[in-house]
């Protein structure tokens, strides 16, 4: 019992630390259903579990020894939200709102885009999961898989609070159009710069 709880608190732990950035996103696209019905909740729902698995089917497949994607191709991963955030920006620039008022743009309106999105910002994350699944073992397994299952839903409701709570939308509603795509933009860039695209002198 006390080993099940361990590995658990373990799980949750490395859920969390590896996702913390996964919530500013996941606000994000919540914000940007609140104020244009796209993607649907439902959309940022199941793309959350969908990119998570992928990681996770990733992950396994490494720590059997697999080499699943290449390392070489894993560093554009990081071009798919920064290609949303670029475009949401030169939406909301063609609209005209030179004030920064407005709703934020549709930035990834659908499933894919959100799973994509997702995919994109934890893949990363493989290096950390790799290990932790090669260390739990065939029991310790699927205590990770539920604790992470639970951790998606909670990032989920947290972000959607965050999103529909009244102070960020009315934030939202003088910066949103720009702040939204500008966070997919920083995101696309912290991951590409952590993954070696960008160089750093």
């Not at 999105?117 to 950390?128: C, E, F, K, L, Q």
């Amino acid at each position: 019992m006390n080993t099940a709880l361990g590995a658990a608190a373990g799980a949750a732990g490395l859920f969390a630390v590896t996702n913390v950035d996964d919530l500013v996103v996941l606000t994000a696209l919540f914000l940007s259903s609140a104020a244009s019905g796209r993607p649907r909740q439902r959309a940022i729902w199941l793309g959350q579990y969908l990119g998570l698995g992928a990681l996770v089917a990733a992950s396994a497949a490494a720590a059997l020894g697999l080499g699943v994607v290449p390392d070489g191709y894993v560093r554009w991963l990081g071009l798919v939200p920064l290609a949303l955030g670029l475009r949401g920006l030169w939406s909301a620039a063609r609209s005209g709102c030179g004030s920064g008022a407005g709703s934020p743009p549709v930035v990834a309106g659908s499933l894919l885009g959100v799973a994509g999105v997702t995919v994109a910002n934890g893949a990363d994350n493989v290096a950390v999961y790799t290990p932790a699944f090669r260390a739990a073992g065939g029991a310790g397994v699927p205590v990770i898989l539920a604790v992470f299952a639970a951790g998606v839903a909670v990032w989920c409701l947290a972000a959607r609070w965050l999103g529909t709570h009244p102070a960020v939308v009315g934030a939202a509603s003088r910066w949103g159009r720009w702040l939204v795509p500008a966070v997919f933009v920083a995101l696309g860039l912290v991951i590409l710069a952590n993954i070696g695209v960008v160089e750093t002198q």
